[in-house]
Nanobody
Framework: VQLQASGGGAVQPGGSLRLSCAAS????????MGWYRQGAGKQRELVAT???????TYADSVKGQFTISIDTATSRVYLQMNSLKSEDTAVYYC????????????????WGQGTQVTVSS
């Protein structure tokens, strides 16, 4: 199983970006997917997560600004980022929690390679 993230780049403050992450390979089902970020000199932090049923969690710092969505048919997760600020600059990592087979055990976790988001004028 692999994750491939895309959509990062450089944008001016107030701009928007949409991150996409696709899971590929053989697995039974998705439990949840999410986005985390790590700024320079900082620890990795949660941005948003979403379950296969659509339940979402957001960091307080991005509520109302970012929107996470999932397409379980194509095993993709998206992060729509609006009104970007300089403090949103970071490497954004995609995370997948999945079940390898029908027994739903164990729950496995996988990280993508990260995509850089730079917000600067």
């Amino acid at each position: 199983v692999q994750l491939q993230a895309s959509g990062g780049g450089a944008v001016q403050p107030g701009g928007s970006l949409r991150l996409s992450c696709a899971a590929s390979g053989i697995f039974f089902s998705i439990h949840s997917m999410g986005w985390y970020r790590q700024g320079a000199g900082k620890q990795r932090e949660l941005v948003a997560t979403i379950t296969s049923a659509g339940g979402t969690t957001y960091a307080d710092s991005v509520k109302g600004q970012f929107t996470i969505s999932i397409d379980t048919a194509t095993s993709r997760v998206y992060l729509q980022m609006n009104s970007l600020k300089s403090e949103d600059t970071a490497v954004y990592y995609c995370n997948l929690n999945y079940y390898p087979d029908y027994t739903h055990r164990p729950l496995l976790s996988l990280w993508g390679q990260g995509t850089q988001v730079t917000v600067s004028s």
